[in-house]
């Protein structure tokens, strides 16, 4: 079964400082993957999905992040955090021609000014 | 409506009463979700209808919960008897989905379930 671990509960970052989420999946093939992100009183809103191809996937708000099969892994990055940022991720896995998307506990980011 | 529509917004409700919760997806959109999020737990999957086929229940945590999506459009999610546990949010999200592809979910706001 598809499964999605997410390391970090709550994460403090300064504002202009990088960021990375780390997100580690288990799936015996190649899963899709999203990022999503969730703001104080919004909905999800999705930053980036990778399905194929190149491993490094930009996202919006300048999200980018990388697909490593061989640590089974889809960590976010964002070059210089902004206090906009500061919010709850999800990482998620789905199957190509499975059903549900299975999402990791979530990441809350703080931006400290 | 241009986005995913979920009614109520909040609801409180006492130990052992019936709720209805209602999902309104993107027009269009032939699948829908519903999971449900409580703090710390992140988002967990409960329920998935595609088109006309049969719905995944799998992630129904027990027989007090159910859904019904009436026309291939509006969804509603009852829970029976609701226990305290029952507290949490509770997402619905559509998509584009073809069989297949795994694609974006659009998320609603959520219907904020208290059970006291």
């Known amino acids: 079964a598809q499964s999605v671990t997410q390391p970090d509960i709550h994460i403090t970052v300064s504002e202009g400082a990088s960021l990375e989420l780390r997100c580690n999946y288990s799936?015996?093939?190649?899963?899709?993957l999203f990022w999503y992100v969730q703001s104080p009183g919004q909905g999800l809103q999705l930053l980036l999905k990778?399905?194929?191809?190149?491993?490094l996937v930009q996202g919006i708000k300048g999200f980018e992040a990388e697909f490593k099969r061989s640590q089974s892994s889809f960590n976010l990055r964002k070059p210089s955090v902004h206090w906009s940022d500061a919010a709850e991720y999800f990482c998620?896995?789905?199957?190509?021609?499975?059903?549900?998307?299975?999402f990791g506990k979530g990441t809350t980011l703080s931006v400290s000014s | 409506g241009a986005g995913v529509s979920q009614s109520p917004s909040n609801k409180v409700t006492e130990k052992g009463k019936d709720v209805e919760l209602r999902c309104d997806p993107i027009?269009?959109?032939?699948?829908l979700y519903w999971y449900r999020q409580s703090l710390g737990q992140g988002l967990e999957f409960l329920i998935y209808?595609?088109?006309?086929?049969?719905?995944?229940k799998s992630g129904l945590p027990s027989d007090r919960f159910s859904a019904e999506r009436t026309g291939g459009s509006v969804s509603t999610l009852t829970i029976q008897r609701t226990q305290q546990e029952d507290s949490a949010v509770y997402l619905c999200?559509?998509?584009?989905?073809?069989?297949?592809?795994?694609?974006?979910?659009?998320f609603g706001e959520g219907s904020r379930l208290t059970v006291l």
């Open positions: 799936y015996g093939a190649t899963p899709y």
């Open positions: 999200a559509s998509s584009p989905r073809t069989s297949g592809h795994t694609g974006e979910l659009f």
């Open positions: 209808f595609q088109g006309n086929s049969a719905p995944d």
């Open positions: 998620a896995v789905g199957e190509p021609a499975g059903t549900a998307l299975i």
């Open positions: 990778y399905f194929s191809g190149d491993t």
């Open positions: 027009s269009g959109h032939t699948a």
